[in-house]
């Protein structure tokens, strides 16, 4: 598991890869801050997660009540079919904005 973090467009960027689950939960919550420490909008990239847990659907849902408080946006990039399954069986795809790719990410804030 490895988190990167990075910015793109203006917005902070958050790249996991592997699988995150209650193990590595508390480095993407750190990832995920250091990232919005700096950033108003925040684009999550698990186009490299294979797996992820409800420990950290919990992490993303922190993220977004951060962003929303202060006025930004979150997006999430989540191309891979058996992941997004779990943001529809959670109806958490209701409450993320969930894209294909960083660029349609990005764009999305436009």
């Known amino acids: 598991m490895s988190f990167t973090i990075d910015t793109v467009g203006g917005h902070g960027l958050v790249r996991a890869e592997g699988e995150l689950d209650v193990a590595n939960a508390p480095q993407l919550r750190e990832a995920v801050t250091a990232a919005l420490d700096g950033h108003r909008t ?11 847990d409800s420990v950290t ?7 977004y009540n951060r962003t929303r408080e202060t006025g930004g946006r979150l997006a999430v990039v ?7 399954r779990l943001f529809r069986i959670t109806a958490l795809d ?17």
């Open 94 to 110: 209701k409450v993320f904005a969930l894209y294909d790719t960083v660029d349609a990410a990005q764009h999305s804030f436009s």
């Open 42 to 52: 925040l684009i999550v990239d698990l186009s490299a997660v294979t797996f992820l």
């Open 78 to 84: 989540c191309p891979d079919e058996r992941v997004r």
């Open 57 to 63: 659907l919990g992490v993303l849902i922190g993220a």
